[in-house]
């Protein structure tokens, strides 16, 4: 017992002193033996452990406090890679980070309407691109973060995706098979919650939701700053709540969903179907009232649902992740003029309600630190 509690004390201070040097560098072993309470020779001798396997290396002196000058380490970023995937209902995003979320390379390809045949065949050729042009490092790829917009169980398994054609593929296996790292498949919504709680505009807050706006609308829930998927993974999914009865029938089976009336498809329905993006921008700049009533009904709809979300959960924050909110501030205004005519005015003051930082990029950033934190657990542990 006495070996088993020592080993576990030594694995305690391996990663803490690991997690001091990620979130302070550069920093000096007397620093790290002040700020953890750890003796000068256990400091010592993990830091010299972390050096050998090349997680933290030595940049040279800092400022004397009146002795000797201290060594000062850093994390090596670049010790590792992870590779984020957002396969999304009509896009795909691939990244290629370094330990601290740096893109390294990045790729971004329109679907319209691939197969499933083609959309994997897309998958697997850009991942090995980006393993063959890799930077050298000690360890390589150690992990792929996939996302869907779509119910995935707690083991990694895609259960439903209601509007694309990944029902039930085992895609974790299909891509640890192939390339011989781990894997981990997660909702796109709570992928994208976690980008914007370890990168982005939700860094701040500890108790946020990320409402993910697209052909439908997903929920990533960041409770006790920790991601909240449910008892089988399957939380969030309040893009198929009911806001009309006798509403039109949804993909899901259920009828008068939010997202049939407040996502971006829904929107996109709303106008003449030779409306692209670059016409959008330019009606918008010229003030087209068609356009405007479209954008303001739009972020109507999105209130009324987060009205019923910001009454159940109380969020310190709301983060809304899509293209139109992220560029047009009148969206925001329309959401937030349906949640002050229905809300308590304190509450809506103490919640913020702000645009995604990361945009699109927010999941697959979420997905490849999921592999780096899996990374760091595993070599402290």
Known sequence: MMIADQNLVKKMNRRRLLQEVIHHSPISRASLSKTTGLNKSTVSAQIQDLVDEKFIFEIGQGQSSGGRRPVMLMFN???????GIDIGVDDLTILMTDLDGSIISEKYFELHQSSLEETTALLLETIQHMIDTMPGSPYGLIGIGICVPGLVDCSGQIILTPNTHWNGVNLKKQIEDKFGVPVTIENEANAGAYGENIYGAAKAYDNFIYVSISTGIGLGLVLGNELYR????????????????????????NRGCWELYASEKAFRQSLPADWDHEEIHARFQQND???????ENFGHYLGIGLVTIANTFDPEAIILRNPLIESNPFVLNAVKNTLSSR?????????AFLPSSLGKNAPALGACSMMIKQFINGITA
């Open 77 to 83: 970023k670049q010790a590792a890679y992870a590779i």
């Open 230 to 253: 449910g008892i089988h993974g399957f939380s969030g999914e309040m893009g198929h709540m009911t806001i009309d009865f006798n509403g039109p029938k949804c993909n899901c089976g």
């Open 289 to 295: 009232t068609r356009l405007l009533g479209a954008l």
């Open 343 to 351: 809300m308590n005015n304190r509450f809506e003051a103490e919640c």
